[in-house]
């Protein structure tokens, strides 16, 4: 299993590199060849969680080291998916080597033995955790793309930093990508937390507990909210919109590692190693 | 082409001709063996009061073509002219022959002396007339490196000598092989890749800022020459969008929103007319801002934050420079377009160097074929010339061999003839591949001269 890892997660390296490269040398051959590169460590990091599934039974996602394996899994399929609609073939750049990151961070952290329970198998569960990764990949991205604005918005206003102006999409395009982003990430949440009250009904007997996670959750969905809300209502475009994706990011993350790490909470669990 | 060899009926004083031109960049040809050849005058010899002057309308290019077409020591033409060059091009078998005839024609109808005309011509023959061509083509000879309408000329002017016939094999590979060359060149170095004029760079600008052009409303403050130039490079990229003219003049503005179909509108208006327009050019004579940061600061709310980009090329500065402190608002003056342009002539002139590269090899390539066209007419001549020699010795022995049946007769001529196919089997083999480092025309005009081919 490790070997196979270490192929992976050398994949999603050549990749990151061969994004890095399409940065600076801007040859359509590097991301074309880094995004099949990307798409191969993505087919077997995804056979690779499959058989632990079947193997176990239940989706490898409760301890740190398989979170983190699914948290990169999700952060490269979504690139994969979105960069293949939206064509922002730019964003490798930071999704190639934070998918990498992950990746090595998973490599790294030790597979605590994890004590199954009939819980494990429920589909609320599962449908849990997989559509909120998928939300927390899709923020991840709207992160990224919101870098993107930051870094191009000041190439233009500066008008000394002509690397990244040549190299970056249009303002524009970046805000409506982000946009898009982070309306699939707010679906994706609102679904994922939908499933999560089901399930702790099932489990608690109760939707709502009071729980950190909970509380953080609820503040991290309100934020993206409140960024939708002022788009449509009063048109937090561009720059706002921009560092909005990154502080909603930051906030998730928190949600994600700093509430298990920091405070005390029902999902600690999962971070265990 | 040495004096000795224009010997052959040519008028004396063609050397003369050809020396008063300086010397001809290339090699020259000996007879029966076509050449390109290239005269011409561009932005680097000639000013601009010359280049006018014998710059050719359709109606002049047509007559001159004719006239090339029914020249004997001429094959093929195609004349190219634009405002920063006239070039006549040609495939002739005589080129001191043709240089008189070319400049005496030019002299005559443009009514220039030749002496003037011959201090700005440049004479390019052989393989540096085709690295001319493919450089011309590839937008590297022309004022402006990398400029893409100089491909587009040339097409023009290959296609109206191609419909007067005036173009034949080796023109027409020439230019095809030119046309590929600047494609290659356009999509494999960055020389045309970024804007190297001031309304081209605002255009570019503005690409970075919205997607698309499309649908967007242009506001044009003031008329200028420059900032018409720019409204119309930004029109041209859209399909559909609005042009708004604030002028001083209203009926001046009027005037100009009609020729762009767009609408006038006065200057008090503006202020209001920044809830809806997304680009503003200026370029008013005005000694103060004509928009100031209250004016924009504002709008940006009720805009949405939809982004608006300010072009401002007016000097004294029509915009004021506070706006590009607002978030979502852009603002250019000339200096910083000029920025912009300035580092890009940088990278194309850096750019230029990897272009010249693929024009040097495809040069390589065209000579060769041109090389392989020459060593046939060789064969054949060599040819010729041992039939001749057989055939007169033939009827001499068959003279005194008049018993001889019609059939014996047959086999003597079949003998004659295979001899003839075993002589020349191993030369023709050698001439059409001398092998890899040798210069294929030496063995030519070796060949040429060992046989006494040309007198």
């Known amino acids: ?273 | 082409m040495t004096n000795s060899q224009n010997g052959n009926g040519e008028p004396a004083g063609i050397s003369a001709v050809i020396s008063d031109f300086g010397p001809i960049t290339g090699p020259t040809s000996g007879p029966e063996m076509s050449d390109i050849l290239l005269i011409g005058v561009n932005h680097k010899t000639a000013p601009v009061e010359l280049r006018e002057k014998l710059a050719f309308s359709t109606e002049e290019t047509e007559t001159a073509l004719k006239l090339l077409h029914e020249t004997p020591h001429i094959n093929e033409t195609m004349i190219i002219s634009t405002c920063n060059r006239v070039e006549i091009l040609m495939v002739t078998k005589n080129q001191s022959l043709s240089i008189e005839t070319i400049s005496s024609f030019i002299a005559a109808t443009k009514s220039i002396s030749l002496p003037q005309l011959k201090k700005s011509t440049y004479i390019h023959s052989g393989d540096q007339a085709i690295a001319h061509v493919f450089r011309v083509a590839s937008s590297l000879d022309s004022m402006m490196i990398g400029e893409p309408q100089i491909l587009g000329q040339l097409k023009e002017a290959f296609k109206f000598a191609v419909g007067k016939k005036n173009t034949g094999l080796i023109l027409n590979r020439l230019m095809h092989k030119a046309f590929s060359v600047a494609k290659r060149v356009r999509s494999e170095t960055g020389i045309g890749g970024h804007a190297v004029s001031i309304s081209y760079a605002a255009v570019e600008l503005a690409k970075k800022i919205f997607d698309t052009l499309d649908g967007k409303t242009i506001l044009l403050v003031g008329a200028g020459e420059m900032a018409e130039l720019a409204v119309e490079h930004l029109t041209r990229n859209t399909v559909s969008g609005n042009l708004l003219v604030a002028n001083r003049t209203f009926s001046v503005g009027v005037e100009l929103a009609n020729q762009y179909s767009g609408n006038a509108i006065r200057l008090e208006e503006i202020p209001e007319k920044l809830k809806t327009v997304d680009i503003i050019i200026s370029s008013t004579g005005s000694p103060d801002y004509v928009i100031t940061k209250n004016h924009v600061k504002p709008t940006m709310r009720s805009r949405k934050n939809r982004p608006l980009f300010f072009i401002d090329i007016a000097v004294p500065r029509d915009i004021d420079p506070a706006i590009n402190r607002i978030s979502n608002a852009y603002v250019y003056d000339i200096d910083d377009l000029q920025g912009v342009i300035n580092e890009n002539i940088d990278n194309r002139n850096a750019e230029s160097i990897k272009a010249e590269r693929m024009v040097d090899e495809s040069v390589i390539k065209f000579t060769d074929w041109c090389d392989s066209l020459n060593v046939i007419p060789t064969i054949v001549a060599l040819r010729n010339k041992l039939n001749a020699i057989a055939d007169m010795e033939l009827s001499k022995t068959m003279q005194t061999l008049q018993h001889l049946s019609s059939s014996d007769r047959k086999a003597f001529e079949k003998m004659a003839e295979s001899l003839i196919n075993k002589i020349l089997h191993d030369p023709t083999l050698f001439l059409k591949n001398p092998g890899v480092h040798r210069n294929k025309t030496v063995y030519l005009d070796f060949t040429r001269k060992l046989f006494n081919i040309d007198s």
């Open chain 1, 1 to 273: 299993m490790a070997s196979i890892l270490f192929i992976i997660i050398l994949l999603y390296l050549l990749s990151s590199a061969g994004y890095i490269l399409f940065l600076f040398a801007q040859k359509e051959i590097y991301h074309q060849l880094s995004y099949r590169i990307m798409m191969a460590g993505f087919v077997g990091h995804t056979i690779l969680i499959g058989v632990e599934f079947f193997r176990i039974g239940y989706l490898p996602a409760q301890n740190l080291h398989q979170t983190l394996m699914f948290a990169g899994w999700s952060l490269a399929g979504v690139f994969l998916l979105l960069k293949y609609r939206y064509r922002l073939n730019i964003l490798g750049v930071y999704a190639a080597p934070l998918t990498t990151v992950i990746m090595i961070a998973a490599f790294c952290v030790p597979a605590v033995a994890v004590s199954p329970t009939p819980l494990f198998k429920s589909i609320w569960l599962i449908l849990h955790i997989v559509i909120i990764f998928i939300a927390e990949a899709s923020m991840a991205l709207a992160c990224g793309t919101g870098i993107l604005y930051l870094i191009q918005e000041h190439a233009i206003k500066s008008k000394t930093n002509r690397f990244f102006l040549k190299r970056l999409p249009s303002l524009e395009f970046l805000d409506r990508t982000g946009y898009t982003f982070i309306i699939t990430g707010f679906t994706m949440l609102t679904i994922g937390l939908i499933t999560g009250f089901v399930y702790a009904q099932l489990v608690w007997g109760k939707f709502w507990s009071w729980d950190n996670k909970e509380i953080w959750s609820m503040i991290t969905w309100l934020i993206y909210a409140a960024l939708l809300h002022g788009r449509l209502v009063a048109g937090w475009r561009g720059r706002r919109a921009a560092i909005m994706a990154i502080i909603g990011f930051a906030v998730l993350l928190f949600t994600f590692f700093g509430v298990n790490f920091l405070l005390e909470g029902h999902h600690d669990e999962f971070t265990k190693w």
